[in-house]
């Protein structure tokens, strides 16, 4: 029989290499394990994944996730999807295979707006579109009478500065019409300039022009025209009267034909609102003087009659009829020779009279027919009346 005795250093070396193929095998079975299960992981991975195709920047970009929305989707892509990008279909679909996606890309843009600064995005063409588009977002209550320092319709860049100013109302009269505008402050001539209203050199406004405008102003503006003319008008002759030998009263005798003159002016007329306002001379000439007309006028307030002589104040060439019938005058006096009838508007009721070819008389009676330079002369007898008839004479007021 054959012992094998071993020592006490033997025994320990067995025991530590047991130790470590046991170690070994633990190892590998956990990792066998894992791999098991990343391979079970991969297989349903890959048996769940979804390949998208994504429009953006003007390429298609295709996309395999294993998430459900587009939206998810496109977050955990390296795309650099912002939120305010346009995404169709909308981000809450649920994606399926070969689904197709489109993204708009928004823009960076800052607004000034009531002394503050805003930053953000927008993925609208147009300058206007992305006003209102921020506008509702932000809450600001831009209005498109705002002013913007570039026009809406221009396309939106990137990093565009976007310059707003609160625009109030403002009212102006001109050319015989109202415009009621809305315009970010500004002075009065600014805001006539940006209406599209040219001032003329002499035109009027209603407020100064260097003023600032404050909500609701009104501004009038008169237009001011000025034209040179030259005007040619007559000048009136003057009527010359040299005193005569015949009765005060009676017409003026012609003694020579007077003739206008003739003058010349250049002058400057003045418009508001084609209404003319003023005329000022520069110049002015006489083309031709005025010729005086001379006239002989009665100066002679006494005649003498029958070997008397009979003063007068007036003398009127009348036409005078004669009656005989009646028995009372007008002024209730009774009737006899020398009693005439006469307009009170010209002959005074009262009157004493010399009446050629009658005689003296007074003006006591009137009669219906009896108007401006007419007589009717009492006669003692109808015969008397009918001889006399009409005719024209002299009659003397005293």
């Known amino acids: 029989m054959l012992n094998i005795l071993w020592g006490d250093s033997m025994i320990e070396e067995t025991g530590t290499r047991a130790m470590s193929l046991v170690r070994s095998s633990r190892k590998a079975q956990i990792s066998a394990a894992l791999f098991g299960i990343l391979l079970v992981i991969t297989f349903v991975l890959v048996l769940k994944a979804k390949t998208i195709n ?18 998810s989707t496109l977050k955990y892509s390296r795309l650099g999807i912002y939120p305010e990008d346009i995404v169709v279909p909308d981000r809450s679909a649920q994606v399926t295979k070969g ?32 006003l209102r588009d921020l506008s509702d977002r932000l809450g600001l209550n831009i209005q498109e009478t705002d002013e913007v320092n570039t026009d809406r319709q221009n396309p939106l860049v990137a990093n565009m500065d976007l310059d707003v100013k609160r625009a109030m109302p403002i009212h102006v009269k001109v050319d015989g019409k ?4 809305y315009l970010a402050p500004r002075t009065v001539a600014e805001a006539l300039t940006k209406i ?36 040619t008008t007559e000048i009136p002759y003057q009527v010359v009267a040299k005193a005569s030998d015949f009765p005060v009263g009676l017409p003026d005798r012609l003694v020579n034909n007077g003739a206008n003159g003739l ?12 209404k003319e306002v003023t005329r000022d001379v520069l110049e002015q000439k006489v083309l031709r003087s005025p010729v005086n007309q001379v006239v002989s006028r009665g100066a002679q307030t006494s005649i003498s009659r029958g070997g008397r002589m009979i003063n007068f104040s007036k003398a009127i060439l009348v036409r005078a009829s004669a009656y005989s019938s009646g028995s009372v005058t007008a002024t209730g006096d009774d009737v006899h020779y020398g009693i005439v009838a006469v307009d009170p508007r010209v002959i005074p009721l009262g009157s004493s009279l010399y009446v ?12 219906g027919a009896i108007k401006g330079n007419r007589l009717d002369l009492y006669m003692n007898s109808e015969e008397a009346a009918n001889s006399w008839g009409v005719r024209s004479v002299v009659v003397y007021i005293k």
């Open 178 to 181: 109202q415009i009621d505008a």
């Open 356 to 367: 050629e070819g009658y005689g003296d008389g007074v003006a006591l009676d009137t009669g």
């Open 196 to 231: 599209g209203i040219t001032l003329g050199e002499h035109d009027k406004v209603s407020l100064p022009l260097d003023q600032d405008l404050k909500e609701n102003d009104e501004i009038q503006v008169v237009r001011v025209t000025e034209k040179v003319e030259t005007v």
């Open 54 to 71: 994504v429009q953006i920047d003007g390429k298609v970009v295709s996309l395999t996730t294993i998430n459900n929305t587009v939206g």
């Open 263 to 274: 003058n010349q002016q250049v002058v400057r007329i003045t418009y508001e609102d084609a």
């Open 99 to 130: 689904m197709e996606v489109e993204v708009t890309r928004s823009l960076p843009l800052t607004l000034k707006l009531d002394g503050q600064v805003y930053t953000g995005r927008s993925p609208k063409l147009t300058v206007g579109e992305a």
